[in-house]
Each structure stands twice: as structure tokens, then as C-alpha cells.
Nanobody, 123 residues
Framework: VQLQAFGGGLVQPGGSLRLSCAAS????????IGWFRQVPGKEREGVSC????????YYADSVKGRFTISRDNAKNTVYLQMNSLKPEDTGVYYCAGDSRDKIATLVLDYDYWGRGTLVTVSS
């Protein structure tokens, strides 16, 4: 079971990025997938998650209206579209998965983690 997040980079405030989380060794269908971010000195925080079933999605208040999570089961990939980026969105972004399909916002809710991808929002 492996998850790999990629798509980070340097972007100016107000810009957009799309992160991808590719799964291998298992199918995402049936798994909740979450996105977390972490900055030095702070705990990893939940940004968004999407249930595989009809339980829906979650967005942290700080990203509501700007970020959109989606999945393509055919490509076994989950995406995080990030628009109107702000300097405070800077951090290492991680994707995580768990077979206990529910709206899961905590680090402890997830068994599988990918390597992070760095997002830097700066002019």
C-alpha cells in the first residue's frame, strides 16, 4: 500500500496549484482520502477529506471556498485543487488513506500516509 503526493511548488499569492495523490497497491474506492499540511513547529492539520461513499467531504474553515477535493477512481488518484492561495497556505502537504470510510479529519484516523509535497506561496 503506497500513496504518493506530488504537484507542489512555488506560487504567488492569488495563484493556483493542483496536488495529486496517486495510490498503488490498493484501490482508492472504499477508502477515505485526506489531505493534511504541516509547517515547522506546528502539528499536522487536516485540510480536506473525501469519503468514498456518499458521506461527503470536509474542508477546514481556512480553505473553504478555495480548495476542492476530488477523486478519479479510474486513475486511482485523488486531487486537491487549490485556488486563491495565500501565504498562510504554505506548508508540506500530505495525503493519507484509510479503509474505515468516514469523514476523518485527524492524523490518528489514517493508517496510510504518503510522502509530502512542499507548497510555497510567496511573492
Amino acid at each position: 500500500v503506497q500513496l504518493q503526493a506530488f504537484g507542489g511548488g512555488l506560487v504567488q499569492p492569488g495563484g493556483s496549484l493542483r496536488l495529486s495523490c496517486a495510490a498503488s497497491g490498493f484501490t482508492l474506492d472504499g477508502y477515505v482520502i485526506g489531505w493534511f499540511r504541516q509547517v515547522p513547529g506546528k502539528e499536522r492539520e487536516g485540510v480536506s477529506c473525501e469519503s468514498s461513499s456518499s458521506l461527503g467531504t470536509y474542508y477546514a474553515d481556512s480553505v473553504k471556498g478555495r480548495f476542492t477535493i476530488s477523486r478519479d477512481n479510474a486513475k486511482n488518484t485523488v486531487y486537491l485543487q487549490m485556488n486563491s492561495l495565500k501565504p498562510e497556505d504554505t506548508g508540506v502537504y500530505y495525503c493519507a488513506g484509510d479503509s474505515r470510510d468516514k469523514i476523518a479529519t485527524l492524523v490518528l484516523d489514517y493508517d496510510y500516509w504518503g510522502r509530502g509535497t512542499l507548497v510555497t506561496v510567496s511573492s
